[in-house]
């Protein structure tokens, strides 16, 4: 007789290793994990570098930190309209038209036509609604695929806002200044205190209110269940119809507020802002961040820290001097590593 | 044949500190004579690659080079919160002076002010504020009227072919809503309304081939257009080809920019003329200016970078040197 | 016996009969909307028939029916249609290529490059376009397919890498003009009668993107990748071959469509030229491939092309304002899916 046969427990054991600490098991699955840890390595890096040559990289800097507080916020709060579009499974590339549009209807009303400050405001918002409703009837109740659908939207938008920019005077398409009461402008994009903004605090807002919906509210569950299987979904009772109108129109929504907050800072829109690539940006930031572009995957912190990483990574590449040629070439690889950082470490966890 | 992905991520990881690592290599450029090397960062107010702005940075990379400059060239992509953004990062990595093209009016006010504030010398280049120095706190501009520039081929083009009311341009350009589009449009119009000539703005796109179709497309739909302006280098280079392709060889055109093709027809004739707006001046002088002031507090004057019409009587010069000092 | 089988043939029969009734509904014009090209198929005739009718009634402002318009046309349709070709055969594998707005700058600069300035032969020069294009296709294949991530990112972040990458390693943004021998240069972009060249080209590339995706057991594989990529490994065929394949392709007819652009203007440039893979992508939706793979036909790619550019052409031709161009057209495009769709769905 050698060594006696293994216990029912041992071999539930070997079957089934010891489940890792609960902390550990969630970060596995949690959709941000990656991009948090990446952010974070590259955050480390940075500012330790920067810290302990100043004079090579001055990013750990109250003035870097200022312009990285009010630029970071815009971006990241359309990349949560974006994302939870994209959780539902669709797409939206429309969103420069929205973030060039809405605060320009918000500056025509406000200082051409002398309406009301708040009338103002909800006319950008009933046009950003108009924007979200329209393509959410082009995808949905037309069935057109949504990158299609937003391509048009674009096209569309892109016309309108040359329409809406036509200065009476010189009939040619002007940028708009924007000038609302001081404390307005303070109270959207005024300095706090040091290097932080008040764009901060509103990305704050914004993504507690999406993390909310998303994690705490039955919409969200709707959300998830829609982009990752419509049918199943359908199945168990969720309007997955309705779920995605509000899905565009939530994303139209937050693209026209950033746009109001870089319209309050800089005290301008420009029509030109279509045509900058904004859209590809945003989604570019979405996808690092960790929701996959099928739907059904996603988290708010992903959406934040991807905005975020790509507007640092852009912000050093200025800081370094890099070849300005390059800028749009590294942001690219930068993208693709991203995503496949995230997909390759995703899968090790899942195994 | 696949690689386990732990192998892959494995890969993915040293490519990115290998990457990184070459990030480290763009730290600075300035050469070290005697001089300390003066830190000027450059805003291009648009896009890289576009054929216009080549002979913009070919300039202030000359001017980094004659006058020891550490010279770092960015694009602001159109976005007004980008350039401010720039200018913000100019301070804060301790730059000795900036230099911003002034796209909308109002939106760099602060930053530039900040800049000012800072100590940093802020010239501004290419397009300036309407309200000129009243606007901001630049010390200088360097560069011209895009409208100025817009009359001058409207008249010439008017004045050459003899256009008069009945006659009607056609106004191709890239995108119609971009700063330089509006401002030379603005030009041209006011030169072709003053003689009674129609005219009417059309977008092409940056694709030379649909641009040609479209252009084309225009002239066949519409047998009143006499003549063709191009607003940017895509239409201006391939006005003489849709002409042709239309079936109607010969429509006087002319335009802006000097790349690609259009010097060549300059030269043979079949374009009439072509605005050099001299973007080379616009990037060389504000960094020399900027030099020179950082380093002995030269104040930097303002200048009119002039508008070079060239016409088959100046064109060789700008022959040889497309796309560097032209 | 001979009952009971009567009985049965005429149980048979009477069913028989049943069925072909129902048969025969199965009319050819509902085969036609089922097909996938059918849609625009229907679209391009009825656009061309409006077409045709309006400029033969009001000549003098319609000028549809000039030779002019019609050459402008033909020639027009190869710009968006190659590279339509190349992206759709990947469509229907199941992958995108955003890359190719940049493959279709970069490949012919470098052939320029090579023929003009390195001064060597044009046949030389020409592969190295195609071998340029060729592993910007491996790249983007072989980062998605090892990786597992979606193509849409991989060839996303390369269209900013290559369009980035040219005028760096050049130096800075150049033009290059491109003079081919006379000969080369007629059999491009020259005309036959009055058919241009490139027109004859592009159905002759059509015709080839037939064959391979009908007559070949590689298009029976791209279907199969893209329609149920697993069930496709179970049959045997080797998804990871067949896509890297259809990205390789798809990149190459990009640099024929590009080819075909610098032959035509006698220009090569390094500058950007935006919405060329966006365009493509729509001529292949309105065509009737669906965007996530395994359906799709190659008269649907052409047919789409020549929408588009007929689109565009009463578009300019009705003189409608130029100013609001790309917004008409892209409001069009969506027009044509949603008809698309709406043809499909009607059975």
Redesign the interface.
């Known amino acids: 007789m050698t060594t006696a046969p293994p216990t029912s427990a041992e071999l539930a054991a070997m079957r089934r290793p010891a489940a890792a600490h609960p902390l550990v098991a969630w970060a596995r699955t949690y959709q941000a994990t990656n991009i948090a840890v990446i952010f974070l390595a590259l955050l480390a ?1 940075v500012v330790g570098w920067s810290l302990i040559a100043p004079d ?3 990013f750990a ?4 930190f ?2 990285l507080s ?2 970071i916020p ?1 971006t990241a709060i359309a990349a949560i309209g974006v994302g939870i579009l994209m959780i539902s499974g669709e797409f939206d590339i429309s969103i420069a038209g929205t973030f060039t549009l809405v605060p320009f209807i918000i500056a025509i009303t406000y200082g051409t036509f002398g309406w009301a400050l708040p009338l103002a405001l909800l006319a950008g918002l009933l046009v950003a609604i108009a924007i979200g409703m329209l393509n959410g009837f ?1 995808v949905v109740s ?4 949504s ?3 937003t ?6 938008l ?6 809406v ?1 036509i200065n009476p005077k ?6 708009i ?1 924007f000038f609302p009461p001081e404390a307005f402008k303070a109270a959207l994009s005024g300095n706090l205190f040091g290097p932080v903004y008040a764009q901060v605090i509103w990305l704050g807002v914004v993504a507690l209110i999406g993390y909310l919906l998303l994690n705490r509210h039955r919409y969200g569950n709707h959300v998830f269940a829609t982009g990752g299987n419509r049918s199943a979904a359908i199945a168990v009772g969720v309007p997955a119809n309705t779920v995605k109108y509000v899905a565009f129109v939530i994303c139209a929504a937050t693209a026209g507020f950033a746009g109001l907050l ?1 319209a309050t ?4 829109i ?8 904004f859209e ?1 940006k945003v ?2 930031a979405v ?1 690092a961040g960790g929701v996959s ?2 739907g059904g995957r996603g988290a708010i912190l992903g959406m934040v820290l991807g905005a975020a990483l790509l507007e640092i990574v852009d ?15 590294i ?3 930068i ?3 991203a ?3 995230n ?3 995703a ?2 966890g899942r195994r | 044949m696949q690689k386990t ?2 192998a ?2 494995l890969r ?2 040293r ?2 500190a290998l ?2 690592t070459a ?2 290599v ?4 300035g050469s070290a004579q005697d001089l300390k090397p003066v830190k000027v960062v450059f805003i ?1 107010h648009c896009c ?2 576009a054929t216009f702005f080549q002979p913009m ?1 070919f300039g202030a990379e000359e001017a980094a080079r004659l006058f020891q400059v ?1 010279l ?4 602001a ?6 350039a ?3 200018i ?2 100019a ?4 730059a000795d002076a900036v230099l911003p093209t002034i ?7 602060a930053a530039i002010q900040k800049a000012r504030d800072a100590g940093l010398v802020v010239i501004a280049q290419n397009i300036d504020d309407p309200e000129g120095a009243a606007g901001n706190a630049r010390q200088a501009f360097i560069g011209q009227d895009f409208i100025a520039s817009g009359n001058i081929i409207g008249k010439r083009m008017v004045d050459e072919h003899g256009l008069k009311e009945g006659d009607h341009c056609l106004l191709p350009v890239e ?5 330089y589009a ?2 030379r ?2 030009g041209v ?1 006011e030169a072709l309304t003053a003689a009674g000539v129609t005219s009417d703005v059309i977008g092409t796109g940056t694709v030379d081939g649909e641009a040609l179709n479209t252009i084309s497309q225009a002239i066949l739909a519409n047998p009143n257009i006499t003549c063709v302006i191009g607003l940017g280098q895509t239409p201006t280079n391939v006005a003489v080809a849709a002409a042709e392709e239309a079936g109607r060889p010969g429509i006087p055109n002319g335009g802006f920019d000097t790349g690609a093709d259009i010097i060549p027809h300059i030269i043979d004739g079949s374009t009439t003329a072509t605005m050099d707006q001299q973007p080379f001046w616009q990037g060389f002088l504000p960094v020399m200016f900027a030099a020179y002031a950082v380093r002995y507090g030269l104040t930097p004057p303002d200048i009119d970078t002039g508008n070079n019409l060239i016409d088959q009587s100046n064109a060789d010069l700008a022959k040889d040197h497309t796309g560097t000092y032209r | 016996m001979t009952s009971a089988t009567s009985r049965e043939n005429s149980l048979t029969e009477s069913s028989h009969a049943h069925a072909a009734k129902r048969y025969r509904q199965a009319t050819f014009w509902t085969r036609v909307r089922l097909h996938p090209a059918g849609p625009v198929a229907i679209m391009f005739l009825g656009l061309l028939a409006a077409c045709v009718i309006v400029g033969a009634i009001i000549p003098d402002k319609f000028v549809f029916l000039s030779q002019a318009n019609l050459s402008l046309l033909l020639r027009a349709i190869p710009g968006y249609g190659v590279v339509a070709l190349g992206v759709g055969l990947l469509m229907i594998s199941g992958e995108f290529d955003l890359s190719v707005g940049s493959v279709f700058v970069v490949a012919p600069f470098a052939m320029a490059y090579a023929y003009a300035e390195a001064g060597l032969a044009l046949p030389v020069a020409i592969i190295i376009a195609f071998l340029i294009a060729g592993g910007i296709g491996l790249a983007n294949g072989l ?1 998605t397919l090892n ?4 193509s ?3 060839t ?10 040219a ?2 390693i050049v130096g800075y943004t150049r033009s290059i003009s491109f003079k081919p021998p006379p000969l080369f240069r007629e059999i491009l972009v020259g005309s036959v009668g009055p058919i241009p060249a490139q027109f004859l080209w592009f159905l002759g590339l059509a015709f080839v993107a037939y064959l391979l995706l009908n007559r070949h057991f590689l298009g029976n594989h791209f279907f199969a990748a893209g329609g149920n990529a697993n069930a496709a490994r179970f049959a045997g065929i080797n998804v990871y071959r067949t896509k890297l394949l259809a990205f390789v392709l798809c990149s190459v007819f990009a640099a024929i469509s590009g080819i075909f652009a610098v032959t035509r203007l006698n220009l090569a440039q390094t500058a950007p030229q935006f919405f060329i893979e ?1 365009f493509a ?2 001529i292949c ?1 309105i065509g009737g491939l669906s ?1 996530f793979g395994g359906r799709g036909s190659v008269i649907g790619i052409v047919l789409g092309a020549a929408v588009l550019q007929l689109v565009q052409d009463v578009i300019i031709l009705s003189r409608l304002p130029g ?2 161009l ?6 069009m ?3 044509g ?2 008809i698309n ?2 043809v499909r ?1 009607k059975y």
């Open positions: 890096i090579q990289l001055r800097t109250a003035g870097n200022a312009i009010q630029q815009v082009v037309l069935g057109i695929p990158f299609i659908a391509l048009g939207t674009m096209f569309l892109r016309g309108v806002v040359r329409f920019s010189t009939n040619q398409p002007d940028n200044a870089q800072r800089i005290n301008q420009e029509p030109s802002y279509t045509l900058s690539g590809l989604i570019a996808v572009l099928f912000n050093l590449l200025v800081l370094l001097n890099a070849p300005a040629t390059l800028f749009q070439g942001l690219g690889a993208i693709i590593v995503v496949i950082l997909t390759v470490v899968r090790r | 992905n732990q892959w991520g993915a990881l490519g990115i990457a990184t990030l480290f763009f730290t600075g450029s291009q890289s690659g940075q550490d770092n060239y960015v694009n992509d159109g976005d007004a919160a980008r401010a953004n720039l913000e990062t301070i804060a990595d301790k796209t909308v009016p109002d939106a760099l006010d995108f119609p809503e971009l700063t509006v401002e449009a603005q119009q | 980062i990786f597992g991530i979606p849409f990112i991989t996303l972040g390369m269209l900013f890498i290559v369009r980035t990458s005028p760096f966006l992508v729509a939706v965007l100013f609001y790309d917004m008409f057209v892209g409001v495009v969506v027009a899916v949603v769709q709406m769905r």
